[in-house]
């Protein structure tokens, strides 16, 4: 399998563009999570889905930013219009059978890292 | 809310030496994830301790969870360099809502 795959890897935009980040988790995953990092605040999960559908949505920093899990192989994580202060690195992660399961071991990406001038 | 307190914040060490990593809950937990990130790239999950007092070893790293459950420590034996990194516990509140602690940066000397 190739693992969690995120894109952009990179990004540099704007202040006021919309930024779109993509995830693609490991097959037969069924739940898959956004978080992201910055050094001031660690890693702080933004929202999980399981089995598509939003689950948690309580870390999304406001408005500015949605997800959406359209089917169990993609999810998108949108921030419109973007701020200087949302630069930081946007990780995605997945995992089997789901949190509630009391073993949730979760895979994560590579990471999408950006930037916002 | 719960939190995860990880200490040290950040660890120098010279190579060969011993180091010991703690995270601390404030509540009890359901699960703690031992994780570590190189720099600049994603997560890896290192180990699971799920039983209050329970201890794994992978290698040179052991993680155990106290009786408790609401501390765990990392305990690396003879670091060396391919240790470096970010590590950060997680927890499962059993609330379906995993979190992470504030990381430890550890680097270790040649």
């Known amino acids: 399998d190739a693992g969690v795959i995120q894109s952009p890897r990179h990004e540099v935009t704007e202040m006021g563009q919309e930024v779109t980040l993509r995830c693609k988790p490991i097959?037969?995953?069924?739940?898959l999570f956004w978080y992201r990092q910055t050094m001031m605040r660690g890693l702080e999960l933004l929202i999980y889905?399981?089995?598509?559908?939003?689950?948690?949505d309580s870390g999304m920093p406001e408005d500015r930013f949605s997800a959406k899990m359209p089917n169990a192989s993609f999810s998108t994580l949108k921030i419109q219009p973007s701020e200087p202060r949302d630069s930081a690195v946007y990780f995605c992660a997945s995992s089997y059978p789901g949190p509630s399961s009391g073993a949730n071991v979760l895979t994560f990406g590579a990471g999408s890292r950006l930037t916002v001038l | 809310s719960q939190e995860l307190e990880q200490s040290p914040q950040s660890l120098i060490v010279q190579e060969g030496k011993n180091l010991t990593i703690n995270c601390t809950s404030s509540k009890t937990l359901y699960g703690l994830y031992w994780y570590k990130q190189k720099y600049g790239e994603g997560l890896i999950f290192l180990m699971m301790l799920q039983k209050g007092g329970e201890e794994k070893s992978h290698e040179k790293i052991t993680a155990k969870l106290d009786e408790k459950k609401q501390q765990s420590s990392l305990h690396i034996t003879a670091s060396q360099p391919s240790h470096a990194g970010i590590y950060l516990c997680?927890?499962?509140?059993?609330?379906?809502?995993?979190?992470f602690g504030t990381g430890t940066r550890l680097t270790v000397i040649p």
């Open positions: 997680g927890a499962d509140t059993g609330a379906n809502n995993l979190f």
């Open positions: 097959s037969g995953h069924n739940s």
């Open positions: 889905f399981n089995n598509n559908v939003p689950i948690d």
